[in-house]
């Protein structure tokens, strides 16, 4: 799984655009976050198709760089995520983003985009 960080300026109709052509494109966001600070814009993403996400990011020229994510499901239980992210730096491997990707009563399926392959880190 790939994580896509993009920066844009942030005007109203910039992350329609951007989404617009990515459901265009039959790209369907797993999840998402964007933020804006000082007229800059930051959009992260993970998607289904990241082969066509590259293509739409290059087509539009935005700027943009992608993140090896890891996903992990973790008992819904006081805990889990800490011996997770021990884990990790434990491992040495630093963490640029986490997100929440579903959430129910069998437990919480994060997703954790890394500044290295998951394949560095031990058997979580």
């Known amino acids: 799984m790939t994580e896509f960080v993009v920066n844009m300026e942030n005007q109203p109709g910039r992350l329609a655009a951007l989404t617009e052509a990515l459901a265009a494109s039959g790209v369907n966001i797993e999840a998402l976050t964007a933020y ?3 007229g800059e814009g930051t959009v992260r993403l993970i998607v289904n ?3 066509a996400t590259r293509r739409v990011l290059n087509d539009a020229a935005l700027q943009h760089h992608e993140l090896p994510v890891l996903t ?3 008992r819904h239980r006081p805990g889990e995520l800490a011996k997770l992210t021990r884990a990790i730096a434990d ?3 630093n963490i640029d983003a986490i997100y929440v990707m ?3 009563s069998d437990g919480v399926e994060f997703a954790i985009a890394l500044d290295e392959p998951a394949s560095v880190l031990p058997e979580l």
């Open 49 to 51: 198709d990241a082969s």
């Open 91 to 93: 491992a040495g491997v």
């Open 72 to 74: 992990a499901l973790l």
């Open 102 to 104: 579903r959430a129910n």
């Open 36 to 38: 804006g600070h000082d």
